[in-house]
């Protein structure tokens, strides 16, 4: 029987799991490969310095509720202080000061498929919106076929009918279909995409080079300084497998299960990957900002460190292992968060913090010079479907039951 979370996390489109969860068990996270460090963050600024896991307390204050199975929240990096949240049936809204917008910034309703794992799943701005007025967003189509696109904005509306598809991807089953799409400081678009789904990856395609299934992709949206190719994007020259015959160019990395929320560390670039688990270990995969691509993250060889399925001996070959992996004790579905990078909570600065959509537990993350730490820093009551960032840095969670909080220090 297929016990997926991130398919919890949508599936039951309204129904709150939080019915199945009963008691608690206590399990923690556990550090995989401390990676000892000889500065405390060796792609960041020297100071400040994160203030330790064992000294920290968070809270979460309410932006807003009454959403409808909300996934995601950004800000537009443009200075208004606008956030736009992401719902799964195909729409997104603005709010200002807690205060929803009357009119939706987007409706695409009419064209994403919403069933299982479907839906309106992924949101970014462009880099220069301020400019520009473009965003890109992600979703699957009524065919259920991942889709990329690229709209423009006027004000406080974006025009439906500027809609420009990039990337298709068709989709064997309804879950594990991914959704986050983000840039890197690189300039380049980041594509998380999950392995077709059903349950252990029937179709090999987390170690198939020559699919785009289980993979993060890396397109150039602007076609700058892109090898040539008949599409919509272009293909980073220096991707890792964009000269391997038989590979698809667009992968920058693959053994992935459903990196259904990943993020950039904006101080740094360094990428953290909250990739779901299949019947046993979530994970948390970090890869620095000086990394050249092509990491194997292992699945379906590995279902986080452990060799998948059980009772199989270990598969050859060169895998990344996460930095935190953790048992169905302590969570069943991954959320994969940020590291605070703001103003308003300094006592939080530098940590990573990410949680469970099962569970409801929030955890921070520290890379110091020992190495990984993690720490529970909240035990709550939300299906923590997705962090988010402002403007601002500021950390957002998003609640599946329909609301937006703002996370705090205590």
């Given at each position: ?104 910034f987007l409706d695409i309703s009419r064209s994403v498929s919403t069933n299982s794992e479907r839906g309106l799943l992924g949101l970014v701005f462009s880099q220069s919106f301020a400019e520009d007025k473009l965003f890109y967003i992600n979703y699957t189509d009524a065919s259920g076929a991942t889709t990329v696109s690229r709209l423009k904005a006027t004000g406080d509306s974006a025009d439906a009918a500027s809609e420009q ?226 403007d601002a840095g500021e950390l957002y969670l998003v609640d599946f039951g329909g609301a937006i909080y703002r996370m705090v220090a205590k």
């Amino acid at each position: 029987m297929l016990r997926h979370k991130t398919a919890i996390v949508i599936a039951l489109a309204g129904t709150l799991v939080l019915l199945l969860i009963g008691c608690k068990p206590n399990s923690t996270p556990v550090v995989v490969t401390p990676q000892p460090t000889t500065t405390v963050e060796p792609t960041a600024p020297a100071v400040p310095q994160p203030t330790p896991l064992g000294d920290m307390s968070i809270g979460f204050e309410m932006v807003t509720d009454g959403l409808s199975q909300p996934l995601f929240v950004t800000g537009a990096a443009d200075g208004s202080g606008r956030l736009f949240v992401v719902e799964k049936p195909g729409l997104v809204w603005i709010i200002r000061d807690g205060v929803r917008s009357t009119q939706p910034f987007l409706d695409i309703s009419r064209s994403v498929s919403t069933n299982s794992e479907r839906g309106l799943l992924g949101l970014v701005f462009s880099q220069s919106f301020a400019e520009d007025k473009l965003f890109y967003i992600n979703y699957t189509d009524a065919s259920g076929a991942t889709t990329v696109s690229r709209l423009k904005a006027t004000g406080d509306s974006a025009d439906a009918a500027s809609e420009q598809v990039l990337l298709k991807i068709k989709q064997p089953y309804a879950n594990h279909n991914g959704g986050m799409i983000a840039f890197g400081s690189d300039g380049y678009l980041y594509v998380g995409m999950g392995d077709g789904g059903s349950g252990g990856d029937p179709q090999g395609s987390g170690q198939n080079l020559g699919v785009l299934l289980g993979k993060m992709l890396r397109i150039d949206v602007a076609r700058e300084n892109s090898a040539a190719r008949d599409t919509e994007y272009g293909i980073p020259p220096d991707n890792p497998f964009a000269n391997k015959p038989g590979a698809s160019r667009e992968i920058w990395a693959y053994g992935l299960r459903n990196p259904w929320r990943f993020s950039f560390d904006r101080a740094t670039g360094d990428l953290w990957i909250g990739d779901v688990g299949q019947n046993a270990w979530e994970e948390i995969d970090f890869q620095p900002a000086d990394s050249v691509g092509g990491e194997n993250y292992g699945w379906n060889a590995y279902e986080g460190t452990h060799v998948y399925p059980p009772s199989t001996k270990a598969r050859p070959g060169e895998f990344t292992k996460p930095v935190v992996e953790y048992d169905h004790g302590a969570g069943e579905s991954v959320t994969g968060g940020y590291v605070y990078r703001g103003t308003a909570e300094p006592t939080l600065w530098g940590t990573y913090f990410y949680g469970d959509y099962v569970s409801g537990r929030v955890w921070g993350l520290q890379r110091t010079a020992r190495g990984f730490e993690t720490r529970e820093l909240a035990d709550t009551a939300y299906n923590i479907v997705s962090f988010g960032e402002d403007d601002a840095g500021e950390l957002y969670l998003v609640d599946f039951g329909g609301a937006i909080y703002r996370m705090v220090a205590k």
